[in-house]
């Protein structure tokens, strides 16, 4: 068989394969498969999606992140089943190989919860602070309704919050949305996402 061909066959035999994956993860026929996504509204308005496909059948995860239009894969491995939730093991990047914790339809990495207690109520005032990526901030509530947002490099962002059950909604002075807080417990992490299918 020419050499040519071979080849050939193995290329389509890869984008049929490929295409099936994703047929099952973007809702296709495929069993188990579970997608949590987060949304986040881009610089000009346009709204960037995360997505995490959970594949319970292959133990198999996929994260993507749709930017602008254009879906790019961010990480894959696989994945184990604990109490709380799931232990990913990326194939990529150690960095990623994250615990997950999954509470009804939300899960969040356990390591992204921001240290300081958020109160009951639906205002309050509490000081939680984080690091992202080598980058520390902190986010201060008060009891008006508004928050402040500050980090190590400077950036300051201020605005009002609401609370509605575990989700904190936080609006920017100029009047843009800014990320949400998911409150677990007595803390928050902005880093989570909601069962799409």
């Given at each position: 068989m020419?050499?040519?061909?071979?080849?050939?066959?193995?290329?389509?035999?890869?984008?049929?394969?490929?295409?099936?994956?994703?047929?099952?993860?973007?809702?296709?026929?495929g069993?188990?498969?579970?997608?949590?996504?987060?949304?986040?509204?881009?610089?000009?308005?346009?709204e960037?999606?995360?997505?995490?496909?959970?594949?319970?059948?292959?133990m198999t995860?996929?994260?993507?992140?749709?930017?602008s239009?254009?879906?790019?894969?961010?990480?894959?491995?696989?994945?184990?089943?604990?109490?709380?939730?799931?232990?990913l093991?990326?194939?990529?990047?150690d960095?990623?190989?994250?615990?997950?914790?999954?509470?009804?339809?939300?899960?969040?990495?356990?390591?992204?919860?921001?240290?300081?207690?958020?109160?009951?109520?639906?205002?309050?005032e509490?000081?939680?602070?984080?690091?992202?990526?080598?980058?520390?901030?902190?986010v201060?509530?008060?009891e008006?309704g508004?928050?402040?947002?500050?980090t190590?490099?400077?950036?300051?962002?201020?605005?009002?919050?609401?609370?509605?059950?575990?989700?904190i909604?936080?609006?920017?002075?100029?009047?843009?949305?800014?990320?949400?807080?998911?409150?677990?417990?007595?803390?928050?992490t902005?880093?989570?996402?909601?069962k799409?299918?």
């Amino acid at each position: 068989m020419d050499k040519r061909i071979k080849i050939g066959a193995g290329v389509l035999l890869a984008v049929f394969a490929l295409g099936l994956a994703v047929f099952a993860y973007k809702g296709g026929s495929g069993k188990g498969v579970e997608i949590f996504a987060l949304k986040v509204s881009g610089t000009e308005g346009e709204e960037n999606i995360f997505r995490f496909a959970l594949d319970t059948g292959t133990m198999t995860y996929v994260q993507e992140a749709e930017i602008s239009g254009q879906t790019f894969t961010l990480d894959s491995g696989s994945f184990s089943v604990d109490e709380k939730g799931f232990q990913l093991y990326s194939e990529t990047d150690d960095v990623n190989s994250l615990h997950f914790v999954k509470n009804g339809e939300y899960i969040f990495p356990e390591q992204y919860l921001c240290e300081g207690e958020i109160p009951s109520g639906s205002v309050f005032e509490a000081v939680c602070s984080y690091e992202a990526q080598g980058v520390k901030g902190e986010v201060s509530f008060h009891e008006d309704g508004t928050y402040e947002e500050s980090t190590a490099d400077g950036e300051v962002r201020k605005g009002t919050y609401e609370r509605e059950g575990d989700l904190i909604h936080r609006t920017q002075e100029d009047g843009s949305a800014d990320l949400d807080f998911y409150v677990y417990g007595n803390q928050i992490t902005n880093s989570f996402y909601k069962k799409v299918k």
